[in-house]
């Protein structure tokens, strides 16, 4: 089978159960940045990241077999990152390092440049700046609210599919990403200001 951008998540599984390494192959290269990405701002630890998402598609390797799609793949990839996560947290009983700022040169690590140009000395120094700031927001931010942040930022997951994720109502969660996007909005007039 060979699989272009516009193959669906559940044909790549359909190949892969039916012994198509190459399909495997596509959904990792399909959602790797994303969910590293994540799983980096949640963390705050390269090392710890790359240990989750690792363990995040053995898990994936291991389900992919019997997996019935329920829900849409990238809901259940992220599930799984996510609880994770918080067994992570809850065998370290390290909560607080959660809100620990990432270090400069972890921020973007893991979101490749486009290869089409590179950025000039300037734009180096504003996107370290901005996430910088951006880290100090989200230390700051609620819990729940920079929980429901991450998620909708990094998965692209609809606010339903985040809200059944969580175990919250579909309201909870949209005042949460509110509470965030108002944060965030506050933190950078006082610093753009």
Known sequence: MKANDRTSDAELIQAY?????????????????????????????????EDLFQET?????RALPDYREQDKFGSWLFGIAHRLCLDHFR????????????????????????????PSPQEIAERHEFS?????ALE????????????RQHSDLPFREIAALLERPLNTVLGQMR???????????????
């Open 179 to 193: 509470q965030a996007v108002e944060h965030l909005r506050q933190t950078m007039e006082k610093h753009y200001a």
């Open 17 to 49: 159960q039916e012994g198509s390494p190459y399909a495997f192959n596509r959904l990792l290269q399909r959602y790797q940045t994303p969910l590293f990405t994540y799983l980096l701002r949640w963390v705050r630890d390269r090392a710890i990241a």
């Open 91 to 118: 065998r370290q009983k390290a909560c607080r390092g959660i809100w620990q700022p990432a270090s400069a040169d972890e921020g973007q690590q893991g979101v490749p440049e486009p290869a089409d140009r590179t």
């Open 57 to 61: 598609f053995l898990r994936v390797i």
């Open 140 to 151: 700051k931010m609620p819990a729940p609210a920079r929980e429901v942040f991450l998620l």
């Open 132 to 136: 910088l700031l951006l880290d100090l």
